[in-house]
């Protein structure tokens, strides 16, 4: 994919630089995480047991809803925490005995902007690169490479504070790559973007993976993560609960995906209903059924009727979702089924498992619907402090 905003061919040779200090196949790994626990001093466990392993320049995704843990481990990873319990390394380096060398291999693009309002983008470049240690006379050059890189030369010498979302998510960008780090760990780089400005970033961040950087990020857009990354880990309340391909995850889901659009389902429709007896629902005081109690009957009816082999069954806004191998064989059977319970379906369709429906499979919960929960991370503060201990 190719936004009109190509990345320069800066971007390329950052990334080939980047890529030069990554081991060999037979080195260290990239990223690896035994055993790891992160306990806040109130006691909360806010990861328990991950275990990790990330080869030099694959790109990998790091899923799960809101308050899973994914900013922690990532804090941790990142050496910004240290662990409870269980090590981290970078390419070897302990986070916790070698922070310093860890955070020369590193980059980090933080969930929430962290550039400098108050300074212009060349300002903040400059200062990026001076903390990680970027020679001073490599350092204009550096800057002036990354700001290129991210499309932001033409507004060099503006305040951050009159950027937008996107050009201000760029900026992190520039920063978290101005040292040349063969390890970039996004944490959600493109939440909150518009589609455009969230292309072109996705573009920079894969054209530095395809020229060797190894890229760790979390991201709520799981058609971007299909695309992009050659493996995935899955995250629920701190605990790693699948790692593998998109496309080995996806085919260990099984089947195909019915979605069936329901009449009534609609609780605006429901109210003007009227109230025809019939096992369609429970009837509420104004004579229509809810669409919440017509979706679980008809949940029920898809697991009385047998018309798939284990099925899966989620509720969607317009009716139900179900996952089974047999699903194109078993329509026939279960739109009779219905019939006679008296649910109407008003639309089929038909598709392949998306990575929401593994997490659905194995969690019994949904990314997407997840991510609107509030959580518990990331501890700021006495909390992080108490950890960094």
Not at 38 to 62: H, K, M, N, Q, R
Not at 90 to 101: I, P, Y
Not at 284 to 310: C, I, M, P
Request: charged share 25%; hydrophobic share 40%; aromatic share 4%.
């Amino acid at each position: 994919m190719q936004s009109q905003h190509a990345p320069s061919e800066s971007t390329g040779q950052a990334a080939a630089t980047a890529a030069s200090a990554a081991d060999s196949d037979d080195g260290p790994a990239a990223i690896r995480a035994e055993d790891v626990h992160v306990t806040y001093a109130d006691g909360t466990e806010a990861i328990s047991g991950v275990d990790l392993a990330v080869e030099p320049g694959e790109c990998f995704g790091f899923l799960g809803p809101n308050g899973a843990g994914k900013s922690t481990t990532i804090q941790t990873l990142v050496s910004l925490l240290h662990p409870t319990r269980g090590s981290v390394t970078v390419h070897g380096h302990d986070v916790v005995e070698d922070a310093q060398a860890v955070r020369e291999y590193v980059g980090y693009m933080p969930q929430e902007t962290s550039v400098d309002p108050e300074l212009t983008a060349r300002e903040n470049v400059r200062f990026a690169a001076r903390i990680h240690g970027v020679p001073a006379a490599e350092r204009e050059e550096r800057v002036e490479e990354l700001l290129d890189v991210v499309d932001l030369t033409t507004v060099a010498d503006d305040l951050a504070e009159t950027f937008s979302g996107g050009m201000a998510k760029r900026l992190d960008a520039a920063n978290a790559l101005v040292h040349r780090p063969p390890v970039v760990f996004l944490d959600e780089p493109t939440t909150g973007l518009d589609p455009e400005a969230r292309m072109e970033l996705w573009d920079y961040f894969e054209a530095i993976n395809d020229a060797g950087t190894t890229v760790f990020l979390t991201t709520q857009y799981l058609e971007e993560v299909d695309r992009l990354c050659d493996r995935i880990a899955l995250l629920q309340d701190g605990e790693v609960v699948a790692t593998d391909t998109p496309a080995a995850l996806k085919a260990a889901v099984g089947g195909d995906v019915l979605e069936l659009t329901l009449a009534g389902v609609d609780d605006t429709l429901a109210e003007d209903r009227t109230g025809e007896s019939g096992a369609a629902g429970s009837i509420d005081e104004s004579g229509g059924v809810g669409g919440t109690e017509l979706r679980d009957h008809a949940a029920s009816v898809v697991r009385s009727a047998n018309a798939f082999d284990d099925p899966t069954v989620e509720r969607t806004d317009e009716g139900l979702a179900i996952t089974a191998d047999d699903v194109r064989t078993g329509v026939m059977e279960l739109f009779v089924a219905f019939h006679d319970a008296g649910l109407t379906v008003t639309g089929v369709d038909v598709r392949s498992p998306t990575l929401d429906d593994v997490f659905l499979s194995l969690t019994g919960e949904q990314i997407d619907e997840a991510e609107t929960a509030t959580g518990s991370e990331p501890r700021s503060g006495a909390d992080v402090e108490e950890v960094a201990r």
